[in-house]
């Protein structure tokens, strides 16, 4: 069974740092782009971040950038988005997701781009 699973969210105060984690089974992720959303309630699941398959090439939301950083590790079948910085309105619930290679990496943006994702982790930045 293909399956996408991610842990390490949690409550964290603003300024501080998470690390969320990605990992397949079923199915290996070297062959995939991999992609992180986000969804804050009331609102749109949002593109984060996503990650070519050698993780070569990477994309990030401007609401983002500079704070999070994505990485993989397929050697481990897993996937990695550090957050530091970390802001109130980062607030969600976050999920990864897996889509076939072969298209520009701003296609990665597009919820359509994944046949598979994950159930989600929840993100809390408070004090």
């Known amino acids: 069974q293909l399956q996408l699973v991610e842990s390490g969210g949690g409550l964290v105060q603003p300024g501080g740092s998470l690390r969320l984690s990605c990992a397949a089974s079923?199915?290996?992720?070297?062959?995939?782009?991999i992609g992180w959303f986000r969804q804050a309630p009331g609102k749109e699941r949002e593109a984060v971040s996503c990650i070519s398959s050698s993780g070569g090439i990477t994309r990030y939301a401007d609401s983002i950038k500079g704070r999070f950083t994505i990485s993989r590790d397929n050697a481990k079948n897993t996937i990695y988005l550090q957050m530091n910085s970390l802001k109130p309105e980062d607030t969600a619930y976050y999920y990864c997701?897996?889509?076939?290679?072969?298209?520009?990496?701003?296609?990665?943006?597009?919820?359509?781009?994944?046949?598979?994702w994950g159930q989600g982790t929840q993100v809390t930045v408070s004090s």
């Open positions: 079923g199915f290996t992720l070297d062959s995939y782009v």
């Open positions: 997701a897996a889509g076939r290679v072969g298209y520009d990496i701003r296609w990665y943006f597009r919820r359509e781009a994944y046949d598979y």
